[in-house]
């Protein structure tokens, strides 16, 4: 088990969700966690060669799903493959995600933006087209564990119990500075990149937050290890603090399933921190309290992990 690059937080009570933004961030209540050990930044393409080369994992994307599993698939898409986001030449409706996202034959971490392309320059790049049990794969192998909601979004406060909306205070562009990396313009068709980056940006590129924390927010969407619901206001209780909730742990696999998806019993996992997609016109996902829930057999262009150690 290495523990090197990984940061030690103390654990505490701080105010969890938010009343500002999207409806399931809603309640805010007041969440304690343990103390735990985690990763500096997101596992990078190189961390998760390693633990390829080591183990032999081949990743979910790296297989033809199976017809018998998604009913109504259609046969062409029987291939190994995952889904690419790809900016639209025009304004489209922000509704239909259909328009940006690709499912695309050949693309996997290996590949991140189709069969053609490669890892060489993206080493120290977020690994992205991971599914949770891709994940989960890669923490078991290296002694960790995926964190869970409440442990992730405290450690992308950095300390900070205001009531915030960013990691680094109430205003997205503080003084025009890119303190992460998001979508500058117009989604899906209009990326001015004023942070620089029109995809995934090596970890590290931007300010670490007041924990020493990398890429807590942007960059990608990352794995947790709750199921997806509606937050809850009142869970376990510590005998003490009577509305505090205990170190909580998301609902159950069956509040998760999203009924209006092609696939409505597939499990959803939380994922949190946003990604390079999340703009100011659509996701304004790029805060410590935004949350969304995706299947576990999600594999995308956007989406990755990093790992914990609890004490």
């Not at 735990?36 to 961390?47: G, K, Y």
């Not at 891709?134 to 405290?154: I, R, V």
């Not at 119990?161 to 500058?184: C, F, I, K, S, V």
Request: glycine fraction near 10%; aromatic fraction near 12%; hydrophobic fraction near 35%.
């Amino acid at each position: 088990m290495k523990t090197d690059r990984m940061v030690r937080l103390d654990g505490g009570v701080f105010p969890m969700g938010s009343e500002s933004f999207y409806p399931e961030e809603r309640p805010v209540r007041q969440v304690q966690v343990g103390p735990f050990l985690i990763d500096e930044a997101p596992v990078t393409n190189r961390e998760f060669a390693r633990f390829v080369e080591e183990t032999g994992f081949t990743t979910f994307a790296e297989i033809a799903p199976d017809p018998k599993d998604y009913p109504d698939l259609d046969l062409s898409m029987v291939v190994p493959g995952s889904l690419v986001f790809q900016r639209t030449a025009t304004p489209v409706r922000l509704d239909d995600y259909g328009q940006w996202w690709t499912f695309m034959a050949g693309a996997d971490w290996r590949h991140p933006t189709g069969p053609d392309s490669s890892l060489e320059g993206l080493e120290d790049h977020p690994v992205v087209h991971v599914t949770h049990g891709d994940a989960l794969a890669y923490a078991q192998w290296a002694g960790k564990a995926l964190p869970t909601e409440a442990e992730f979004e405290y450690a992308a406060l950095g300390g900070h119990t205001d009531g915030r909306a960013y990691a680094w205070g109430d205003e997205l562009a503080p003084g025009g500075a890119m303190l992460a990396n998001y979508w500058q313009g117009l989604f899906p068709f209009a990326n001015t990149m004023e942070d620089g980056w029109e995809r995934t940006s090596p970890v590290r590129s931007f300010p670490p937050n007041d924990f020493g924390l990398y890429d807590m927010i942007g960059n990608v969407w990352e794995w947790t290890a709750d199921w997806y619901s509606q937050p809850q206001a009142v869970e376990k209780r510590k005998p003490d603090a009577c509305c505090v909730i205990d170190n909580p742990r998301g609902g159950r696999k069956s509040e998760s399933f999203d009924r209006q998806s092609a696939s409505p019993k597939m499990g959803r996992r939380v994922t949190k921190g946003g990604s390079h997609l999340c703009a100011e016109n659509y996701c304004q996902r790029y805060r410590p309290a935004a949350r969304q829930g995706q299947a576990i057999d999600s594999s995308t262009s956007h989406i990755g992990f990093r790992c914990v150690i609890r004490e």
